[in-house]
């Protein structure tokens, strides 16, 4: 069993910085690629950002240029760093990780239970 957990959320003014965390534990055998996601309210999960195992990072055009994804895969873990925050990066934040699953044989998506960012204005 993998579980992945978020950490980092929190209250933020327009312009600042948060550095979101991200880390996978339990039984793992490998971790593919690795991302952020985030929802607000009304809306539907949005793709932030996702990197690969071999540290390729994929952006949405709304944070290029403000957010930065990195992992440690020692670690099992993935950050997002989010500088120059606007009102409308209000959202829970969700972790998601591609471990392989020994059953299966095929990789799956383990999601965390998300953090909230609050930006406000």
């Known amino acids: 069993q993998v579980q992945v957990v978020e950490s980092g959320g929190g209250l933020v003014e327009a312009g600042g910085s948060l550095r979101l965390s991200c880390a996978a534990s339990g039984t793992i055998y490998s971790i593919n690629n690795m991302g952020w996601y985030r929802q607000a309210p009304g809306k539907q999960r949005e793709l932030v950002a996702s990197?690969?195992?071999?540290?390729?990072?994929n952006y949405a055009d709304s944070v290029k240029g403000r957010f930065t994804i990195s992992r440690d895969n020692a670690k099992n873990a993935v950050y997002l760093q989010m500088n120059s925050l606007k009102p409308e990066d209000t959202a829970v934040y969700y972790c998601?990780?591609?471990?392989?699953?020994?059953?299966?044989?095929?990789?799956?998506?383990?999601w965390g239970q998300g953090t909230l960012v609050t930006v406000s204005s």
């Open positions: 998601n990780a591609e471990t392989f699953d020994i059953d299966s044989a095929n990789y799956r998506a383990v």
């Open positions: 990197i690969t195992n071999r540290g390729s990072p």
